[in-house]
């Protein structure tokens, strides 16, 4: 059972990375933004209510990501662990997931942080070319992760289940920092 939280700003490359890391780990990459983006081009009901906020840069009500969450962590392939990126992105999120966890008896193995400053950011975000990735979203996604995500560093520092990574470093070397912090865990 290997339950991992890959958290970090917009840009910081939690997408490849965790591409690379469910493969190591063997467990299901959960990213919260493929699928509001999927269900947005599927014009499904839950695609309809998050179209508006993705285009604004805006995070989706908590309500309506945190319903999504519970039933992709119910799907067969969650059964032995996962890996989330993009979600918790604020402190109601982060203790409506301990709820979650609690009534399906799991609990988070280790939350990777992925840390880049925002200048990176900017220039990464801006060569990435998603529909979303304008520079006016761009800015806003970067000041909503501020104000709203951030505080969760604190937060899983507090119970001593962060994991600091520089993510500003090429990505082989940035793989190879997270290999090396999740090593233990897999022993
Ligand atoms: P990025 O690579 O910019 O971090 P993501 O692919 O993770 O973007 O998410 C894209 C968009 O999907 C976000 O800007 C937001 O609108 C929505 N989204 C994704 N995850 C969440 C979440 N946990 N809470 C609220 N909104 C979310």
Same mark, same amino acid.
């Given at each position: 059972?290997?339950? @991992? ?15 690379? =890391? ?14 509001? *983006? ?17 285009? +604004? ?29 993009? @979600?918790? +992105? ?21 939350? =990777?942080? =992925?840390?880049?400053?925002?200048? @990176?950011?900017?220039? *990464?975000?801006?060569? *990435?070319? +998603? ?8 800015? +806003? ?44 865990? =897999?022993?």
């Amino acid at each position: 059972m290997a339950c @991992f939280i890959l958290f970090g700003p917009p840009g910081a490359g939690k997408g490849t990375q965790a591409a690379l =890391l469910s493969g190591l780990l063997s467990v299901p990459h959960i990213s919260t933004g493929d699928l509001f *983006r999927a269900a947005v081009s599927e014009k499904s009901p839950l695609g309809v209510k998050a179209q508006g906020y993705l285009d +604004r840069g805006e995070l989706v009500p908590d309500e309506v990501v945190i319903d999504m969450i519970h039933v992709r962590l119910a799907q067969e392939d969650a059964q032995k662990g996962w890996l989330l990126d993009g @979600f918790p +992105r604020t402190v109601p999120q982060a203790h409506a997931l301990d709820a979650l966890l609690t009534s399906i008896d799991q609990t988070i193995d280790v939350v =990777l942080n =992925l840390s880049v400053s925002d200048e @990176f950011l900017l220039d *990464r975000l801006l060569g *990435r070319g +998603r529909k979303d990735d304008t520079e006016d979203v761009i800015r +806003r996604r970067l000041q909503v992760y501020h104000e709203q995500t951030a505080p969760l560093i604190q937060f899983y520092r507090d119970r001593n289940q962060l994991t600091d990574v520089d993510g500003s470093s090429p990505v082989e070397v940035v793989t190879a920092s997270i290999e090396e912090a999740v090593k233990p865990l =897999l022993a």
